[in-house]
């Protein structure tokens, strides 16, 4: 059984950076899409973006060219860059191994 956890949530200003950090643990096995979702108040979750086993990544329109995902296949980690925040990132992010199994967030919080 594959557990996941994050880190590397906080509070940051308007035009600040972070950086999340996904290890899954467990009984790995060959993981192929890793990537994050996240969940404002109030609103539904929605995806992020997804990194394939290949490296090929794909981003919400809303988050392109500010985030960018990574993954070590080997130590079956994945971290989101968040460059350029803002206000409308509030969320908790949830990272994810193939669309199965699911982190317990982490919150992000960006200050105008």
């Known amino acids: 059984q594959v557990q996941l956890v994050e880190s590397g949530g906080g509070l940051v200003q308007t035009g600040g950076s972070l950086r999340l950090s996904c290890a899954a643990s467990g009984i790995v096995v060959r993981i192929n899409d890793m990537g994050w979702y996240r969940q404002a108040p109030g609103k539904q979750r929605e995806w992020v973006t997804t990194?394939?086993?290949?490296?090929?990544?794909n981003y919400a329109d809303s988050v392109k060219g500010r985030f960018t995902i990574s993954r070590d296949n080997i130590n079956n980690m994945v971290w989101l860059q968040m460059n350029s925040l803002k206000p409308e990132d509030t969320a908790v992010y949830y990272c994810?191994?193939?669309?199965?199994?699911w982190g317990q967030g982490t919150q992000v919080t960006v200050s105008s």
């Open positions: 994810h191994v193939d669309y199965r199994t």
């Open positions: 990194i394939r086993r290949s490296g090929v990544t």
